[in-house]
């Protein structure tokens, strides 16, 4: 076979699956509504293809006819219709994905870029094998789950869409009968029915704890059992390199880690009670599946003591075991496990029920469990208020201390099997218990806390004011502060009073750093391990959360006697082009800092810096956002090595290029040589955690991306050349440029706020139940007010994409009026410098998900003509010199030629995304009309769901 007919044959496939589920889909709209809605659906479809491809005016009246005349159940039927086909198509793509990658094992093809065994092979082949152990003792890789709201989902929706991937998973892996495939056949329609007729949209704004669950659903689903798979496929693959390998364990160097239910920053309702009952949930979570595990791993480990022996340690377990059964009394592992079982069911208890918070120890006492107990009295009331029900009691055992105390019983059990020749056994379930033991403990996932640097200011001023009075702290020049705080620090004297009445603000974040105390005694430190501060513009930001810190306990300075310590590291984020600019000075004034630094060291020497890509964006645009960030990643690695501290960057990634998304591997790979170093974290957002994390396979591969991309960057010498000085010059002239063409149409031109909230979603957006966190940071309108989520949302809403590209074509434009010779540079910088190369195919993919001609069709929206014509007129020529500009520095003949993959999506997906924007258009205009059917407002909800979905990654 040829390799075009080769590619014709895999697109066939997965054209197989989207038409066969685009049928189930029509034959459920016909039994449900009959042929006369289905003819009015397909006629919509067909309309908006034409004007898709061919932008037919006569397609445009005969679509903007139809779409009038529809009554709201119409509406709503095409919308629900056209939104579902999207997801249809995402779960037929996904699993087509699958499919080829194990067709390519199958086939025994070379390892493929992106996967660990490429990334192995690669190391390997540059001569580091040896360096694998120095790597992973050093490696801390983490994406982190943050519950912004772009994720429009409801969980119901995708217990639906999991249940037809299963069928269409099955197909693939099984050799079915004709008898096997009609019952495969029908299951599918039930999904395809059972989705059709679950509700779409949330009948309630969701709260935080709402929130928790959601983020939860992904650990049960994909990340408890695939993660710990991933740490032993990796590690048997060393183990085939270097035998040392096969009896030495992988440090844990990665954790999925989340905001949900610690991100206070614009979000009055995180507060400590919300906190505590998510840590409450999240140990919950992790108990039940370690719980479901040693049930079945009992009922594997049938071992006879009369057919194999055990250690005496093994022995001693199953004789401490509360199961005297007669049937299983020569059956060790089994009682042992029971053992541990029930002790662990204790734990269970003791966390999430209030009768176990002040039940008396039975049996020796354990001064561990008793203080954990404590601690956790104080955290049952917030899980009870947000309605967990209380989880049966182990009967009369000792829970565990620590999920260390747990992993050292399991252990027990596996040296004892490795010894008595049934390492086989021990390589099966118990292998993943263990592991994910390890990478998950008590607590489940870490729970970073987040807030803003003007409430610690606030906070701090007024705790000062109450134990030092006459102190003004915020009219304090910045040296002033300093002094005054590292006075503080030093001194063992507490400035909080339990009998001083606080504000309500400070009340609620003193009571954080309480909880936070309480977590770490009843989890384990690794519970909540960082602390990060939004809006970091100076070293006494730092040092105001070091004071609230040693406020309670977290934190000591060093003395004669004593080494200084802190029990959650510190992390500045910064966000704005102004911040990003002035971080890398303000972490060398910090470090200048002998307290600072003791702590520091006292972490490892390990600092974390976060970088924001979205208000950067929404403050000076995608191409300015990108440029700055890479400088200020090359001064923070200069500013680290100075100082000999250890870097780990937290990239704070949207799922939307104009909020730092785009491929996690190019990403990564793209960073400044020395910005990795085997350590990286990165926020998982909104849709892309569904599709990234929803599907066991899909996560599994998004993870492998993660490890293989880190190992890569950190371990092999940098992809392409390092730019030189006129490379550098080019890029900081276009950067100028982009800037100032990106600001002068957002900020510097009269109406173009008025313009923004006519012709795009975001009033509807705001009113939408997908967040627990208001839409703006004020009661304004104000561009500068707005959250960079929403304002990315909407652009993608209405096709435009405006934060992903604009400037990008006035910059190259006046760059070679100036240059002789700038294509040929900037057409260098694209084949040899990766950071170029990954910013312009991120800015690829954005504009081949736009669409002008739909986007002409929201600026109608807008009621002044004048103001219409003069900004849409704006957006729509740099659209064309940026698209123009980009293929002539690629060498494209059109979007997306590099990305065939991408290209094949938007053929298949498109023309089902169209009409729904249609649809918006139409029902934005009866709202703001004056439409009051409820319908209305729902059918604009239902599109922005649809839209959403089908692009997957707008915001």
Same mark, same amino acid.
């Given at each position: 076979?040829?390799g075009?007919?080769?590619?014709?044959?895999?697109d066939?496939?997965l054209?197989?699956d989207?038409?066969?589920l685009?049928?189930?889909?029509?034959?459920?709209?016909?039994?449900?509504?009959?042929?006369?809605?289905?003819?009015?659906?397909?006629?919509?479809?067909?309309?908006?293809?034409?004007?898709?491809?061919?932008?037919?005016?006569?397609?445009?009246?005969?679509?903007?006819?139809?779409?009038?005349a529809?009554?709201?159940?119409?509406?709503s039927?095409?919308?629900r219709?056209?939104?579902?086909f999207?997801?249809?198509?995402?779960?037929?793509?996904?699993?087509?994905?699958?499919?080829?990658?194990?067709?390519?094992?199958?086939?025994?093809?070379?390892?493929r870029?992106?996967?660990?065994?490429?990334?192995?092979?690669?190391?390997v082949?540059?001569?580091?094998?040896?360096?694998f152990?120095?790597?992973?003792a050093?490696?801390?890789?983490?994406?982190?789950?943050?519950?912004?709201?772009t994720?429009?989902?409801?969980?119901?929706?995708?217990?639906?869409q999991?249940a037809?991937?299963?069928?269409?998973?099955?197909?693939?892996r099984?050799?079915?009968?004709p008898?096997?495939q009609?019952?495969?056949?029908?299951?599918?329609?039930?999904?395809?029915?059972?989705?059709?007729?679950?509700?779409?949209?949330?009948?309630?704004?969701?709260?935080?704890?709402?929130?928790?669950?959601?983020?939860?659903?992904?650990f049960?689903?994909?990340?408890?059992?695939?993660?710990?798979?991933?740490?032993?496929?990796?590690?048997?693959?060393?183990?085939?390199l270097?035998?040392?390998?096969?009896?030495?364990?992988?440090?844990?160097?990665?954790?999925?880690?989340?905001?949900?239910?610690?991100?206070?920053?614009?979000?009055?309702?995180?507060?400590?009670?919300?906190?505590?009952?998510?840590?409450?949930?999240?140990?919950?979570?992790?108990?039940?599946?370690?719980?479901?595990?040693?049930?079945?791993?009992?009922?594997?480990?049938?071992?006879?003591q009369?057919?194999?022996?055990?250690?005496?340690?093994?022995?001693?377990?199953?004789?401490?075991?509360p199961?005297?059964?007669?049937?299983?009394?020569?059956?060790?592992?089994?009682r042992?496990i029971?053992?541990?079982?029930?002790?662990?069911? #204790?734990?269970? %208890?003791?966390? +999430?029920?209030?009768? *176990?918070a002040?039940r @008396?120890?039975?049996?020796? =006492? /354990?001064s561990? !469990?008793?203080s #954990?107990r404590? %601690?956790?009295? +104080?955290?049952?009331? *917030?899980?009870?208020? @947000?309605g967990y029900a209380? =989880? /049966?009691?182990? !009967?009369?055992?000792?829970?565990? %201390?620590?999920?260390?105390?747990l992993? *050292?019983?399991?252990?027990?059990?596996?040296?004892?099997?490795?010894?008595?020749?049934s390492?086989?056994?021990?390589?099966?379930?118990?292998?993943?218990?263990?592991?994910?033991?390890?990478?998950?403990?008590?607590?489940?996932?870490?729970?970073?806390?987040?807030q803003?640097?003007?409430v610690?200011?606030?906070v701090?001023?007024e705790?000062?004011?109450?134990?030092?009075?006459?102190?003004?702290?915020?009219?304090?020049?910045?040296?002033?502060?300093?002094k005054?705080?590292?006075?503080?620090?030093?001194?063992?004297?507490?400035?909080?009073s339990?009998?001083t009445?606080?504000?309500e603000?400070?009340?609620g974040?003193?009571?954080?750093?309480?909880?936070?105390?309480e977590?770490?005694r009843?989890?384990?430190?690794?519970?909540i391990?960082?602390?990060?501060?939004?809006?970091?513009?100076?070293v006494?930001?730092?040092?105001?959360?070091?004071?609230?810190?040693?406020?309670?306990?977290?934190?000591?300075?060093?003395?004669?006697?004593?080494?200084?310590?802190?029990?959650?590291?510190?992390?500045?984020?910064?966000?704005?082009?102004?911040d990003l600019?002035?971080?890398?000075?303000?972490?060398?004034?910090?470090?200048?800092?002998?307290?600072?630094?003791?702590?520091?060291?006292?972490?490892?020497?390990?600092?974390?810096?976060m970088?924001?890509y979205?208000?950067?964006?929404?403050?000076?645009?995608?191409?300015?956002?990108?440029w700055?960030?890479?400088?200020?990643?090359?001064?923070?690695?200069?500013?680290?090595?100075?100082?000999?501290?250890?870097?780990?960057?937290?990239?704070?990634?949207?799922?939307?290029?104009?909020?730092?998304?785009?491929?996690?591997?190019?990403?990564?790979?793209?960073?400044?040589?020395?910005?990795?170093q085997?350590?990286?974290?990165?926020?998982?957002?909104?849709?892309?955690?569904?599709?990234?994390?929803a599907?066991?396979?899909v996560?599994?591969?998004?993870?492998?991306?993660?490890?293989?991309?880190?190992?890569?960057?950190?371990?092999?010498?940098?992809?392409?050349?390092?730019?030189?000085a006129?490379?550098?010059?080019?890029?900081?002239a276009?950067?100028?440029e982009?800037?100032?063409?990106?600001?002068?149409?957002?900020?510097?031109?009269?109406?173009f706020?008025t313009?923004?909230?006519?012709?795009?979603?975001?009033?509807?957006?705001?009113?939408?139940?997908?967040?627990?966190?208001?839409?703006?940071?004020?009661?304004?309108?104000a561009?500068?007010?707005?959250?960079?989520?929403?304002?990315?949302?909407?652009?993608?809403?209405?096709?435009?994409?405006?934060?992903?590209?604009?400037?990008?074509?006035?910059?190259?434009?006046?760059?070679?009026?100036?240059?002789?010779?700038?294509?040929?540079?900037?057409?260098?910088?694209?084949?040899?410098?990766?950071?170029?190369?990954?910013?312009?195919?991120?800015?690829?993919?954005v504009l081949?998900?736009?669409?002008?001609?739909?986007?002409?069709?929201?600026?109608?929206?807008?009621?002044?003509?004048?103001?219409?014509?003069?900004?849409?007129?704006r957006?729509?020529?740099?659209?064309?010199?940026?698209?123009?500009?980009?293929?002539?520095?690629?060498?494209?003949?059109?979007?997306q030629?590099a990305?065939?993959?991408?290209?094949?999506?938007?053929?298949?997906?498109?023309?089902y995304?169209?009409?729904?924007?249609?649809?918006?258009?139409?029902?934005?205009?009866?709202?703001?009309?004056g439409?009051?059917?409820?319908?209305?407002?729902?059918?604009?909800?239902?599109?922005?769901?649809?839209?959403a979905?089908g692009l997957?990654?707008?915001?």
């Amino acid at each position: 076979m040829d390799g075009s007919k080769s590619v014709e044959f895999k697109d066939e496939l997965l054209g197989r699956d989207i038409r066969q589920l685009g049928r189930m889909l029509g034959d459920t709209i016909r039994t449900q509504h009959g042929d006369e809605a289905f003819n009015r659906i397909e006629n919509v479809r067909q309309l908006a293809i034409r004007f898709r491809r061919e932008q037919d005016a006569g397609a445009q009246a005969l679509l903007e006819e139809a779409l009038h005349a529809l009554s709201p159940d119409e509406t709503s039927q095409l919308i629900r219709a056209f939104g579902y086909f999207s997801l249809l198509s995402n779960i037929a793509e996904d699993q087509h994905h699958t499919r080829r990658s194990r067709a390519h094992l199958l086939a025994g093809s070379a390892p493929r870029l992106g996967s660990l065994a490429k990334a192995v092979q690669n190391v390997v082949g540059a001569g580091r094998t040896s360096s694998f152990g120095e790597f992973f003792a050093e490696a801390h890789i983490s994406p982190v789950f943050t519950a912004h709201p772009t994720e429009v989902q409801r969980k119901s929706t995708l217990n639906c869409q999991m249940a037809i991937a299963r069928e269409l998973d099955e197909r693939d892996r099984v050799q079915m009968t004709p008898e096997e495939q009609e019952q495969n056949d029908e299951a599918l329609a039930r999904g395809i029915h059972t989705l059709w007729q679950t509700r779409l949209l949330r009948t309630a704004k969701l709260s935080v704890m709402d929130e928790v669950e959601n983020g939860l659903s992904f650990f049960d689903r994909t990340i408890l059992n695939g993660l710990p798979q991933l740490y032993s496929t990796l590690q048997d693959m060393l183990a085939k390199l270097d035998a040392r390998w096969a009896g030495e364990e992988l440090p844990t160097f990665m954790k999925v880690g989340s905001w949900i239910g610690g991100d206070r920053d614009g979000n009055p309702f995180v507060t400590a009670t919300v906190l505590r009952a998510t840590l409450a949930r999240q140990a919950d979570v992790a108990l039940e599946h370690y719980l479901g595990e040693l049930h079945k791993l009992a009922s594997q480990l049938s071992l006879a003591q009369t057919m194999t022996g055990c250690s005496e340690q093994l022995r001693q377990l199953a004789d401490a075991s509360p199961d005297h059964s007669p049937h299983r009394v020569d059956e060790p592992y089994r009682r042992a496990i029971y053992g541990i079982h029930n002790r662990l069911a #204790a734990n269970r %208890a003791l966390l +999430t029920s209030a009768a *176990a918070a002040g039940r @008396a120890d039975t049996g020796a =006492a /354990a001064s561990a !469990a008793a203080s #954990a107990r404590a %601690a956790v009295a +104080t955290i049952w009331p *917030a899980a009870a208020a @947000a309605g967990y029900a209380p =989880a /049966a009691p182990g !009967a009369g055992a000792q829970p565990y %201390a620590s999920a260390q105390e747990l992993l *050292a019983d399991l252990e027990t059990v596996h040296e004892s099997l490795v010894a008595h020749g049934s390492a086989v056994l021990a390589r099966g379930r118990l292998r993943q218990l263990r592991r994910a033991v390890k990478v998950f403990g008590f607590s489940l996932a870490p729970v970073d806390l987040r807030q803003n640097s003007d409430v610690h200011e606030r906070v701090v001023a007024e705790i000062l004011s109450c134990a030092r009075p006459g102190i003004d702290y915020a009219a304090l020049s910045e040296p002033e502060r300093c002094k005054l705080l590292l006075e503080e620090l030093h001194t063992p004297r507490l400035l909080i009073s339990p009998y001083t009445s606080y504000s309500e603000e400070t009340s609620g974040e003193l009571a954080i750093f309480r909880a936070v105390s309480e977590a770490h005694r009843a989890y384990g430190a690794e519970s909540i391990t960082n602390y990060i501060i939004s809006k970091a513009d100076s070293v006494s930001d730092l040092l105001e959360v070091a004071l609230l810190l040693k406020e309670h306990g977290l934190l000591r300075a060093g003395s004669v006697t004593e080494e200084s310590s802190m029990a959650v590291n510190i992390i500045p984020l910064f966000e704005t082009i102004g911040d990003l600019q002035a971080g890398p000075d303000i972490m060398d004034r910090a470090f200048r800092l002998p307290l600072y630094m003791d702590l520091v060291r006292s972490r490892g020497s390990l600092q974390e810096v976060m970088l924001g890509y979205s208000d950067s964006n929404k403050d000076g645009g995608f191409l300015t956002s990108g440029w700055e960030l890479y400088k200020a990643e090359i001064e923070l690695v200069e500013v680290f090595k100075r100082h000999s501290v250890k870097m780990r960057l937290f990239h704070g990634r949207g799922g939307s290029v104009g909020r730092g998304g785009g491929p996690s591997y190019e990403a990564i790979l793209a960073q400044p040589q020395g910005a990795v170093q085997g350590r990286i974290r990165l926020t998982e957002q909104g849709e892309v955690i569904t599709a990234k994390y929803a599907n066991p396979e899909v996560c599994r591969r998004n993870l492998e991306v993660m490890v293989a991309a880190t190992m890569e960057a950190t371990m092999l010498p940098p992809r392409g050349i390092e730019p030189d000085a006129a490379q550098l010059a080019a890029m900081q002239a276009l950067s100028d440029e982009a800037m100032r063409s990106y600001r002068s149409l957002v900020y510097e031109t009269e109406g173009f706020e008025t313009y923004f909230w006519e012709s795009t979603v975001i009033s509807e957006i705001a009113a939408l139940n997908i967040g627990s966190r208001p839409a703006s940071r004020k009661k304004s309108t104000a561009i500068e007010d707005l959250r960079a989520i929403p304002w990315v949302l909407s652009w993608a809403q209405c096709r435009v994409m405006l934060p992903g590209w604009f400037g990008f074509g006035s910059a190259v434009q006046k760059f070679l009026g100036t240059q002789p010779d700038g294509l040929a540079l900037l057409q260098k910088m694209y084949r040899d410098w990766p950071f170029f190369n990954t910013l312009l195919s991120n800015m690829d993919m954005v504009l081949a998900k736009s669409d002008i001609a739909i986007a002409s069709r929201y600026a109608t929206l807008v009621s002044d003509a004048t103001l219409r014509e003069a900004i849409f007129g704006r957006i729509r020529a740099e659209h064309e010199r940026t698209i123009a500009a980009l293929k002539e520095i690629t060498g494209q003949a059109e979007l997306q030629d590099a990305n065939p993959l991408l290209q094949r999506s938007i053929r298949n997906r498109f023309p089902y995304i169209d009409p729904l924007n249609h649809l918006q258009v139409e029902l934005l205009r009866r709202f703001r009309d004056g439409d009051s059917d409820p319908a209305t407002r729902e059918g604009i909800h239902l599109s922005i769901n649809g839209i959403a979905a089908g692009l997957r990654n707008s915001g």
